[in-house]
């Protein structure tokens, strides 16, 4: 299982100490399947192991196993795509010193299984979850078996023609079939927690894991692409003693203080939320976990046992402050008044936000993103993040824009899958109807440094956690991302500079 080295393209230099290194929580949980069949299993972790895509398919090689499974999946549910160029270089390298079968799986080739096939240096393609494809492709590998039958495959047959398979059933016995992480086979001492997630003390930021509690999620937002892996609109859970019985693990025999639930929607089902928080509140382990939730899940009845189970941080997606914007990429009928409700409430039970918001989305204006980006200098929430509207693979908006003819990173001309990064030097979003991609780009770069430099916000953020929090802060604001987009100069700074110029030569 092999989680390719993609931080420091996509995160520049924030990659170094600001970002977090996340356990690779679907790696893990197909290593454990494969353990219950019986299967060896390795784990190269290349991000936590600080390792080029060279040395990483040294690793590989030097490991020799019947395949090797590369997992293409990013911080949060949508960053997959630009993990893809990652993935691909150490495919080459592996290729180029060794005959190692290669299979990958993750969002990004359940999405484009046909076009991964076509493009990239892996043998095998994953269409689908991936435990059962894996399994059966091994077994079919060590036996000779019939390719045709692996639920999920993607390949080339003996003509060199690319045959899909049927994708595998979704594994409806989470507690049995994919039980736990395999943790065994990582040194959990080298993963990081984001660094808001530690702000009331960053030195702790290495007791850290993630733990998955449902799979899919029920809504349908058109920027989302997490359904692309799982299928359809349904929510799957781990039973309350599984998710117990993981955590205990991870507290007793792994020490971890800090843990991320990355489910797509944590905060749904009230009565898996609060018995999870009434077993946790019996153990009493002072743990700092953090989830996602949106506007119109959340229930008032919920906030005292999250705090008290230590959800200290809740990641809210409020997208845009406006309503058509937000309704027309299906995010919700909850308005600005809900907003500040909900924020309100989860703060006043003393439980953190990190709030999101996407600027660029297809019915943007400057007007509207400017009044996005006021919502959140009023909110004032402990952290914000701000992202780029991006057509992800697998999300029916980049269906969407391919029909409209809209640039996108993967055109000809444009510079690949690693333009979907967020903060990647190559990070080309999407355009609107009224802004380029240029504009929106630049608005982003210029709502992050002005709302974490507001005197406000660090105010806020003394009171709550302390100068180290506030200095902190001050080194991230310090590093000016790089973007491609933005090096050469806008038509209407070319436009004023030629008026200057000709006002000049006038003048002489």
Wanted: aromatic share 8%.
């Amino acid at each position: 299982m092999v989680t390719p080295p993609s931080r420091l393209a996509a995160y520049q230099g924030l990659s170094n100490n600001l970002a977090a290194i996340e356990p690779p929580v679907w790696s893990g949980l197909i290593a454990a399947y494969l353990q219950g069949k019986n299967f060896n299993v390795a784990m190269i972790d290349a991000e936590a192991d600080g390792l080029n895509h060279a040395d990483t398919a040294k690793a590989i090689a030097k490991i020799n196993p019947r395949l090797a499974v590369f997992c293409i999946y990013g911080q949060q549910p949508s960053a997959s795509t630009q993990c893809m160029p990652g993935g691909s270089q150490t495919c080459h390298h592996l290729n180029e010193i060794s005959d190692i079968p290669s299979l990958v799986l993750g969002t990004h080739p359940s999405a484009l299984p046909q076009r991964t096939m076509e493009e990239e240096p892996f043998k095998f393609v994953c269409q689908g979850e991936g435990p059962r494809t894996v399994e059966s492709l091994l077994n079919a590998l060590q036996d000779g078996g019939d390719l045709a039958t692996v639920p999920g495959l993607w390949f080339r047959d003996e003509n060199g023609v690319i045959v899909g398979n049927e994708p595998a059933a979704k594994i409806a016995d989470l507690d049995g079939e994919l039980p736990r992480q395999a943790w065994d086979l990582l040194d959990l001492t080298k993963y990081r927690a984001h660094n808001w997630h530690c702000f009331h003390d960053l030195d702790s930021r290495g007791s850290y894991a993630s733990i998955q509690t449902s799979l899919g999620c029920p809504y349908r937002c058109e920027f989302c692409c997490i359904n692309a892996p799982f299928g359809g609109r349904g929510v799957r859970n781990w039973s309350l003693d599984n998710v117990i019985a993981q955590i205990d693990e991870l507290v007793t025999r792994y020490g971890i203080k800090n843990i991320k639930i990355p489910d797509e929607m944590f905060i749904l089902n009230e009565r898996h939320v609060l018995g999870i928080c009434d077993r946790l509140i019996e153990r009493d382990y002072g743990l700092n976990i953090w989830a996602y939730a949106r506007i119109d899940t959340m229930r008032e009845s919920m906030f005292e046992k999250l705090k008290a189970a230590g959800f200290n941080w809740l990641g809210l997606g409020i997208e845009s402050a406006s309503s058509s914007v937000r309704d027309g990429m299906a995010k919700g009928s909850f308005n600005d008044d809900m907003i500040s409700d909900v924020v309100r409430t989860v703060r006043d039970h003393g439980i953190a936000v990190g709030a999101n918001y996407i600027f660029g989305l297809p019915d943007d204006t400057m007007e509207s993103m400017n009044d996005t980006l006021d919502l959140a200098m009023e909110l004032n929430t402990e952290w914000a993040n701000f992202y780029c509207a991006m057509a992800y693979p697998g999300s029916p908006l980049y269906q969407h824009a391919k029909a409209q003819n809209w640039r996108l990173p993967d055109d000809d001309d444009g510079p690949g899958w690693i333009g979907y990064s967020q903060l990647g030097y190559e990070a080309l979003p999407l355009p609107t109807m009224a802004l380029s991609a240029r504009q929106v780009l630049e608005f982003r770069d210029h709502a992050f440094n002005r709302y974490f430099t507001n005197p406000s916000y660090l105010t806020m953020l003394e009171a709550k956690f302390g100068p180290e929090a506030v200095t902190h802060v001050k080194q991230m604001t310090s590093h000016q991302l790089k973007r491609r987009q933005l090096e050469t100069p806008s038509r209407q700074a070319q436009e004023q500079a030629q008026h200057a110029e000709s006002e000049n030569r006038a003048k002489v």
